[in-house]
Each structure stands twice: as structure tokens, then as C-alpha cells.
């Protein structure tokens, strides 16, 4: 079973495992999207952007982070992205699949810049933004995620929550916006709603076995 990141929220345990379940279908399908829904100072609601992720044939995962700047202001300008991955995950590291002008870079347990009291394991660093040693306003980015294992969405679904409640999957840290006239947001992709997650229970049992057995194989 992949342990939850529990951050405040009773229920994230159970949500998680559910989600492994609704996720079987797109693991099958090797891709899914997650909508950057949740405003972090308050939780409020917004379309503000996608963040698709692709399984690849090697083990590896492509991420495509995308903005929308017609909810986050023309000037939006992507600097850091953040996750979670299992604990027995090791040897993350990231790969630019943008042509850049600065790297992007891997930290493990970032400070969460704008998180409201939110961690997570993992967070990208976009370049220093639109500075002379940046990559310009970045409102679209990309990277392959690779480890010492093969990884799946699934391992990525491991819910961070703020001080105030806000339960998420991944966070972006934004600059550059005009979203209620502040000049930088952190927006995340938020829990599906329980009753679409009781729809996954029998993927739920399959993704789980699935896990286990190629975690033994590799031990």
C-alpha cells in the first residue's frame, strides 16, 4: 500500500488509495490531466491551469505543466512545481524537455514558496524565472521525472494539505499574476470529490497488487 502524506486531513489516507483505483484506467492508458484548481491562501476555485502527465515505455514520467493566463493574468509566469512521491522512491531526478537558457533543477523537501504552511516532497525549480539568467515568462513547462525504479501516476498521488485545509496532489508557485490583484499565487490540483473516488474500488485492488508485486521483484 502507498503511504499517505497526511498534512491536517483525516480522510487523506483513505482519498489517496481511492485515487490509486480511479487511476488505473489512465496508468492503462499511460496518461492522465489534472486541472490546477485550488487557490491556496483561501481554497477558492478557478480554472488556472493543467497539469498532464504521461507514463512512459521506460519507466519514466513526463510531466506538462500548462497556465491559464486568462484566469492568472497575461504576465503569469510559472517558477516552481511541487509533488510528492512514496518514500521508498528513491534517485528522483528531472530532465528538461523545454529548450531552456537555465536548467531546471530537482529539490527534495522545498520550501513551498506562497504554500500557506504546505510541504511536499519534491519541487522544480523553473530557472529563476524571467530574470537574465531565467528561461522568460514561463506559461507552459515540461520535464521527465525518472528513479532508481520504474514509477507510475499512482505513485504520485499522495495529497499535501495547507494549515487551512486545502488538500492537494501537486502545487505551482506562479509570479507575475493579476488574479485578485495579487502579484504571485501558489495554486494546486485538488482532491477529487469521495463519491467519483468510490467508483475506482475494484482498480483500486488491482493497482495495489500490481505495486506490491514489482516492488518485490526488485527487491
Do not use: K
Not at 36 to 54: I, R, S
Not at 77 to 105: K, M, W
Not at 145 to 153: F, K
Request: glycine share 12%.
Amino acid at each position: 500500500m502507498v503511504a499517505a502524506r497526511s498534512l491536517g486531513f483525516a480522510h487523506t489516507p483513505v482519498l489517496a488509495l481511492a485515487v490509486v483505483g480511479w487511476l488505473v484506467g489512465a496508468n492503462a492508458a499511460h496518461a492522465t490531466s489534472f486541472a490546477l484548481d485550488a487557490e491556496f491562501d483561501n481554497g477558492t476555485v478557478g480554472n488556472f491551469g493543467t497539469v498532464d502527465v504521461t507514463a512512459q515505455a521506460g519507466g519514466d514520467l513526463l510531466f506538462q505543466i500548462t497556465l491559464n493566463p486568462a484566469v492568472l493574468g497575461a504576465g503569469a509566469d510559472l517558477h516552481e512545481f511541487y509533488f510528492n512521491l512514496p518514500s521508498a522512491i528513491t534517485g528522483a531526478s528531472i530532465t528538461s524537455t523545454d529548450v531552456v537558457n537555465t536548467s531546471y533543477s530537482l529539490a527534495a523537501n522545498p520550501p513551498v514558496a506562497g504554500g500557506a504552511g504546505s510541504s511536499f516532497a519534491y519541487g522544480v525549480n523553473f530557472g529563476n524565472g524571467a530574470g537574465a539568467n531565467g528561461n522568460g515568462v514561463l506559461q507552459s513547462a515540461s520535464f521527465l521525472l525518472a528513479a532508481d525504479s520504474d514509477l507510475a501516476i499512482s505513485d504520485l498521488l499522495i495529497s499535501s494539505s495547507t494549515s487551512g485545509g486545502v488538500v492537494v496532489f501537486f502545487a505551482a508557485h506562479v509570479q507575475g499574476t493579476t488574479f485578485t490583484n495579487q502579484d504571485s499565487e501558489t495554486v494546486g490540483s485538488s482532491v477529487p470529490e469521495p463519491a467519483v473516488l468510490s467508483l475506482g474500488g475494484v482498480g483500486l485492488a488491482c493497482a495495489a497488487l500490481a505495486r506490491r508485486r514489482g516492488l518485490a521483484r526488485r527487491d
